[in-house]
């Protein structure tokens, strides 16, 4: 069986690939008045916020708020229409997806984005892709060199599989695996890419509460062994006030609140917008 105990088993054994386990080499996310438009929509209206070396920051706010729109500014899916967004030295703003990833940059989705019919061992090779330096015609062709490099990813992705708790699912088709299981194969491939910085989009989202405690046991895990920058958004608050250094609230594009947890909660705005959302949700239902 896996489960969190084995998850608190490893930690502190596993070290990010070419870096110690602290938050050094890990650079700061700053994101400075990102606007961007859609056809006649503001979805983010001059937002900023800085995600510090190895902290957990998480990113709230009703339905509709701009929360995945920021997720995919930040992971150069969707372009902004202004702003900046700088990971140490780089401007991500003008990036492409892949290049973004080569920074250091991991994302996983609110819905599975995996290979239901590979197994993990499979998916997490995939996830090494971007690190892979054999080129195309030496790993077709079975070069030496192409064999010892695959080995090396082999080696990993089993590090990497025991830290999650997949030890005993590798040689599984994904699509054979319970959700809460997926959603951690999601989390070990993007570790797979040795990222600095994690972007969850939802790590709980149709999780039960087990699988929820066990997903924010892994998150603090990976913090406290890999020492990287977490962003991520979520809806359970019980799990952001748990898990967040600081929280960045936003409401219709807007940002409405930043700061430590326990702040944003009793902020009145912010308790104005969660209430304000509620109570609509409650006129569409009656
Ligand atoms: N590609 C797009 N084209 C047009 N409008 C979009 C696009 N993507 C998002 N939007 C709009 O931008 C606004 C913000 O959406 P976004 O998905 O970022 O919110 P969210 O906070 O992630 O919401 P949820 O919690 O429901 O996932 C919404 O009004 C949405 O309809």
Do not use: W
Not at 82 to 101: N, Q
Not at 165 to 192: D, F, H, M, N
């Amino acid at each position: 069986m896996t489960g969190p105990d084995e998850v608190a088993g490893v930690t502190g054994t596993y070290q990010p690939a070419g870096m110690d386990a602290s938050a050094s080499g890990v650079p700061r996310l700053d994101v400075r008045d990102v606007t961007v438009r859609f056809a006649g929509l503001t979805a983010l209206d001059a937002i900023g916020f800085t995600v510090e070396p190895g902290s957990v920051h998480a990113i709230i706010g009703p339905n509709g708020a701009g929360k995945s729109t920021c997720f995919n500014v930040l992971s150069g899916v969707y372009r902004a229409t202004a702003g900046s967004v700088r990971f140490g030295d780089a401007e991500l703003t003008s990036l492409l997806p892949h290049r973004i990833a080569a920074l250091g940059v991991a994302r996983t989705f609110q819905n599975i984005a995996l290979s239901p019919r590979m197994s993990v061992r499979e998916n997490l090779m995939l996830g090494r892709h971007r690190l892979t330096r054999a080129g195309f015609v030496s790993a077709g062709l079975r070069l030496p060199s192409a064999r010892r490099e695959a080995a090396r990813h082999g080696e990993r992705v089993i590090e990497i599989a025991a830290f999650v708790g997949l030890t005993e699912r590798l040689a599984t088709p994904v699509g054979l695996l319970p959700y809460g299981v997926q959603k951690r194969v999601e989390l070990a491939r993007a570790l797979c890419m040795e990222p600095r910085l994690l972007l969850l989009d939802e790590p709980v989202a149709g999780m039960s509460g087990g699988e929820r405690r066990e997903m924010a046991e892994l998150i603090v895990a990976v913090r406290e062994s890999l020492g990287i920058s977490i962003l991520l958004v979520e809806h359970d608050m019980g799990m952001v006030m748990r898990l967040a250094d600081a929280v960045t609230v936003l409401d219709f594009g807007r940002r409405i609140a930043d700061g430590p947890p326990l702040e944003v909660q009793s902020d009145p705005e912010v308790i104005r917008a969660y209430l304000g959302a509620a109570s609509e949700k409650e006129e569409t239902a009656s």
